[in-house]
Nanobody, 120 residues
């Protein structure tokens, strides 16, 4: 069994910064891609950023240059540093990972979601 726990959301003023964290624990052999999705009110969930097992990153155009995804493989943890936040970044943020378990399976796991609100 694998658990994924997010932290770091909150209320921030436009132009401010937040750092989200996601930690996976349990029967983990390795983690391939790690990502951050977000879902704004009335909109579909979208991929915000992803980092592969090799460290390559990709971002949705709307966050390029402002958000940075990183990972710490030793801790099975990944992060989303969000700078220059805008009101349109307001959403529930979900972390996601492709986990290879010790039983040999490859499964997708999600965090519980954390609210990020950008408002003055």
């Amino acid at each position: 069994q694998v658990q994924v726990v997010e932290s770091g959301g909150g209320l921030v003023q436009p132009g401010g910064s937040l750092r989200l964290s996601c930690a996976a624990s349990g029967s983990i052999r390795s983690i391939n891609a790690m990502g951050w999705y977000r879902q704004a009110p009335g909109k579909e969930r979208e991929l915000g950023a992803v980092i592969t097992g090799g460290g390559s990153t990709n971002y949705v155009d709307s966050v390029k240059g402002r958000f940075t995804i990183s990972r710490d493989n030793a801790k099975n943890t990944w992060y989303l540093q969000m700078n220059s936040l805008k009101p349109e970044d307001t959403a529930v943020y979900y972390c996601n990972a492709d986990v290879r378990t010790w039983s040999g399976g490859l499964y997708e796991y999600w965090g519980q979601g954390t609210q990020v609100t950008v408002s003055s």
